[in-house]
């Protein structure tokens, strides 16, 4: 049994048509913009790190700043809604002492 949609939505890129005609799918394509909210909100996780990497020159350079950058991120941001500012102040001068050990170091 092939299961094949009825509907296809997506926002206004001219590839998805393409796709689907690439394809041979015959399902009524509905166009508009946040049409495909539902489907692009899965995976906001990959397109921050795209959106952080226009900068770099090539996606090596961007890779080996990224993944500094996201140990030395994850060591200072710390979910201070589910902590007692008492402890979160602790955790932050314990981070604070650490980026000053490996910065001297350095």
């Given amino acids: 049994m092939e299961l094949t949609p009825s509907l296809l939505v997506s926002d206004k890129l001219p590839s998805y048509g393409a796709a689907q005609r690439k394809l041979g799918l015959s399902a009524r394509h509905e166009q508009g913009l946040r049409k495909n909210n539902r489907a692009e909100n ?3 996780v990959v397109r921050r790190r795209e959106r952080k990497r226009q900068g770099f020159k090539s996606a090596g350079s961007a890779q080996r700043v990224l993944s500094t950058h996201s140990a030395v991120y994850h060591s200072f941001n ?5 902590i007692p500012r008492r402890t979160l102040r602790r955790f ?3 981070a604070a002492a650490q980026w000053h050990q490996a910065t001297v170091a350095a």
């Fill in 42 to 44: 899965s995976h906001p």
């Fill in 78 to 82: 710390l979910q201070c809604h589910l």
């Fill in 92 to 94: 932050r001068t314990g």
